[in-house]
């Protein structure tokens, strides 16, 4: 059983930058695929970003050049830094992790976190 804890979310300016973490407890952090996901109101939750075990990283086309994942094993931690933030960043970002290799597909993930509220407004 893997835990998972986001924090980092708020309200942002568009072209501003946020950092969200994600905690995880309970198990083997360093052999799980790390993942963030993101949903508005209405829409399926889609993949932004992940990262493996050995640090390859995905992202989605929306994000790619402004948003960088990253882990610490040691702290049983995953990073999403978000810059040049735009109004449709806005959604809840979620955590999420599997074992073995990384996916972009929601249900391939077994564990997820709680999310937290990006909102990117003037």
């Known amino acids: 059983q893997v835990q998972l804890v986001e924090s980092g979310g708020g309200l942002v300016q568009p072209g501003g930058s946020l950092r969200l973490s994600c905690a995880a407890s309970?198990?083997?952090?360093?052999?799980?695929?790390m993942a963030w996901f993101r949903q508005t109101p209405g829409k399926e939750r889609e993949f932004v970003g992940g990262?493996?075990?050995?640090?390859?990283?995905s992202y989605a086309d929306s994000v790619k050049a402004r948003f960088t994942i990253s882990r610490d094993n040691a702290k049983n931690s995953v990073y999403l830094q978000m810059n040049s933030l735009k109004p449709e960043d806005t959604a809840v970002y979620y955590c999420?992790?599997?074992?073995?290799?990384?996916?972009?597909?929601?249900?391939?993930?077994?564990?997820w976190g709680q999310g937290t509220q990006v909102t990117v407004s003037s």
């Open positions: 999420a992790t599997k074992r073995g290799l990384l996916s972009t597909t929601l249900y391939r993930y077994d564990y």
């Open positions: 309970g198990d083997t952090f360093s052999t799980y695929a």
């Open positions: 990262i493996s075990s050995s640090g390859f990283t």
